[in-house]
Each structure stands twice: as structure tokens, then as C-alpha cells.
């Protein structure tokens, strides 16, 4: 699978993306160690990123969790991430967890992403609601969400522990599939 726009694509993550992916996560650590810390752990190195990368094809193909990368088309670089995870097969119901690079940010691409997704999400992964989780103070996560039709619920108490032990309460917005 393959969404392409402007000069951008997004498409699950696959073998040959292990490499990149630890460029993009180690160019990028300390965006990504405050709430991107497992993934940046688990892609410090080539070797670790190849390991993951297998680990995440694995849950892509049993339907467990879905990682997609945003690439620039140029030169195929890794300019972001989108999971689709916390996957609740009872009641159809998602979480969305993304990032982008440093230079890449304020470009409105993971909104356009995000809004490129959301179809797949509900056609191909059979999910009625999609979810975002943010902290408060991540202004632009929260515009990305309202951008996309999501809807704030309530604050999640105690929703997130980081890697420094420091416990969160979070943002939830979600987005129902429309009925026909």
C-alpha cells in the first residue's frame, strides 16, 4: 500500500526502510525522546533498527499494529512516521501516533498524512473510531487533530509515564467513522 501526494508518500514499513529509519530516528533524538522514547530506543543502531523493523512487518502482517513511514519521493528519504496502534478489535477502535522530522515540521504534512489515512483506517483496517492522545502542551498534535474532524473527549489522567518516570495526563480526540 502506497498513498502518494505532492512530493510525498506514505506507505508501511518494510525491510528495506531499517536504515533510513535509524537515520531519521537518531537525527532526531532529541525531538523524539520525550514521547517517542520506545521507538528511539529500539532504532539507535543499524543493527536494532533491523530488528524492529522485522518486529513491526510481523505485527503489520497479523493485524496488530500498523507503521507506515512518510518518505520524501526525491530522495525516498524517512521524513516521518504514522502508527496505527492500540488496536481494540471488539469495538473497532484505533489510536494514531505520529511524528516528523525537525526540518519538516510546521509544514502541515502529517496533517495532510493524517487526512490521507484516515480512509485506509476505516476501509481497510475496518476501524469505526479513530483516536489521538496528546499532552496539553503540544499545540500543534492538537491542531493536527482538529484539522482532521477529531473531536476532544476528555483528559486522560495519569495517561503517560516517560522515560523519566514523570507521569502525564493526556488529550483524547477522536474521530467516528461517518455512517453511511
Given at each position: 500500500?502506497?498513498?502518494?501526494?505532492?512530493?510525498?508518500?506514505?506507505?508501511?514499513?518494510?525491510?528495506?526502510?531499517?536504515?533510513?529509519?535509524?537515520?531519521?530516528?537518531?537525527?532526531?533524538?532529541?525531538?523524539?525522546?520525550?514521547?517517542?522514547?520506545?521507538?528511539?530506543?529500539?532504532?539507535?543502531?543499524?543493527?536494532?533498527?533491523?530488528?524492529?523493523?522485522?518486529?513491526?512487518?510481523?505485527?503489520?502482517?497479523?493485524?496488530?499494529?500498523?507503521?507506515?513511514?512518510?518518505?520524501?519521493?526525491?530522495?525516498?528519504?524517512?521524513?516521518?512516521?504514522?502508527?496505527?496502534?492500540?488496536?481494540?478489535?471488539?469495538?473497532?477502535?484505533?489510536?494514531?501516533?505520529?511524528?516528523?522530522?525537525?526540518?519538516?515540521?510546521?509544514?502541515?504534512?502529517?496533517?495532510?498524512?493524517i487526512k490521507k489515512?484516515?480512509?485506509?483506517?476505516?476501509?481497510?483496517a475496518g476501524l469505526?473510531?479513530?483516536?489521538?492522545?496528546?499532552?496539553?502542551?503540544?499545540?500543534?498534535?492538537?491542531?493536527?487533530?482538529?484539522?482532521?474532524?477529531?473531536?476532544?473527549?476528555?483528559?486522560?489522567?495519569?495517561?503517560?509515564?516517560?522515560?523519566?518516570?514523570?507521569?502525564?495526563?493526556?488529550?483524547?480526540?477522536?474521530?467516528?467513522?461517518?455512517?453511511?
Amino acid at each position: 500500500m502506497q498513498i502518494d501526494f505532492e512530493n510525498y508518500s506514505i506507505s508501511h514499513i518494510q525491510e528495506k526502510d531499517a536504515w533510513r529509519l535509524c537515520d531519521f530516528m537518531v537525527s532526531n533524538s532529541e525531538r523524539f525522546k520525550a514521547f517517542f522514547s520506545q521507538t528511539l530506543q529500539q532504532t539507535l543502531t543499524p543493527t536494532l533498527a533491523e530488528l524492529f523493523v522485522a518486529k513491526k512487518i510481523k505485527q503489520y502482517m497479523a493485524q496488530e499494529e500498523f507503521l507506515f513511514t512518510i518518505k520524501e519521493n526525491t530522495n525516498r528519504t524517512i521524513i516521518g512516521l504514522i502508527y496505527v496502534k492500540e488496536l481494540h478489535k471488539v469495538t473497532y477502535q484505533g489510536e494514531l501516533a505520529y511524528c516528523i522530522g525537525y526540518q519538516y515540521e510546521g509544514k502541515g504534512i502529517i496533517t495532510r498524512s493524517i487526512k490521507k489515512l484516515i480512509p485506509w483506517c476505516f476501509d481497510e483496517a475496518g476501524l469505526r473510531t479513530l483516536q489521538i492522545i496528546v499532552h496539553h502542551s503540544n499545540l500543534a498534535s492538537k491542531k493536527i487533530a482538529e484539522n482532521n474532524g477529531f473531536i476532544w473527549k476528555q483528559t486522560l489522567p495519569k495517561e503517560y509515564t516517560r522515560s523519566n518516570g514523570e507521569v502525564l495526563d493526556m488529550e483524547l480526540y477522536e474521530l467516528e467513522k461517518p455512517k453511511n
